[in-house]
Every structure is written in structure tokens, then in C-alpha cells.
């Protein structure tokens, strides 16, 4: 059973950084393609940052230049580092996980797995 488990959401103060985490178990196959959504209240789901094998990443023009995407291989696991911190970046992250490979930050409808989410609050 594939399970993400994300961590690391707290409550910051602007322009501060944080590091969210997302570990995946029980995923057996080396392919595959991960991103970091998130949902403010009120709002839709929107993707923040997506990676694939090899380590190719894009973004969200409205987090560029401020969050970094990557992956541990060896860990199984994704990481968010977010800087300069907005209070527009208060919302709930969630990572996903999708068998294709090739998809680079796509839609939230073409990934298959996804975590419980972690809270990322941002007071002016």
C-alpha cells in the first residue's frame, strides 16, 4: 500500500523558511513523477512545484525564486524549502505522486497518490 506522509508545517512569520517534508512508503517502482500542491481556505487545490527523474523542476511563477523542490532518492523522500515566506503562502501542502514519469507539475487529476497534508501558516 502507498502511503505519502507529509511534515514540517508550522506557523512562521513573514519572511521567514521553512522545510516541508513528504516521505513515500511502499512505492516499488524507480519511475515516477512528485509534487507539492497546496489549498487556502476559499480557494482550489493549486500546484506550487513539481520534479522528475533527473531532477528537472518547475514552478509556480508565484513561488519562483522562493521555494525549492527536491528529492532523496535514497530516503524516498520530497522536500519543499520555502524562504522568504508571504502570508499569501498560508494554506494547506499537500505532496502527490504519479506513475508518469514525464509529467512535470500537471494537473491534480493526473496524480494517483496523495499525502494528508501539513499546515503552513505565515502571519504578517
Known amino acids: 500500500q502507498v502511503q505519502l506522509v507529509e511534515s514540517g508545517g508550522v506557523s512562521v512569520q513573514a519572511g521567514g523558511s521553512l522545510r516541508l517534508s513528504c516521505q513515500v512508503f511502499?512505492?516499488?517502482?524507480?519511475?515516477?513523477?512528485m509534487a507539492w500542491f497546496r489549498q487556502a481556505p476559499g480557494k482550489e487545490r493549486e500546484g506550487v512545484a513539481g520534479?522528475?527523474?533527473?531532477?528537472?523542476?518547475r514552478y509556480a511563477d508565484s513561488v519562483k525564486g522562493r521555494f525549492t523542490i527536491s528529492k532523496d532518492n535514497a530516503k524516498n523522500t520530497l522536500y519543499l524549502q520555502m524562504n522568504s515566506l508571504k502570508p499569501e503562502d498560508t494554506a494547506m501542502y499537500y505532496c502527490?505522486?504519479?506513475?508518469?514519469?514525464?509529467?512535470?507539475?500537471?494537473?491534480?487529476?493526473?496524480?494517483?497518490?496523495w499525502g494528508q497534508g501539513t499546515q503552513v501558516t505565515v502571519s504578517s
Open positions: 520534479i522528475i527523474s533527473g531532477g528537472v523542476t
Open positions: 511502499g512505492y516499488a517502482y524507480s519511475d515516477y513523477s
Open positions: 502527490a505522486l504519479t506513475y508518469r514519469w514525464y509529467l512535470l507539475l500537471g494537473n491534480e487529476d493526473e496524480y494517483n497518490y
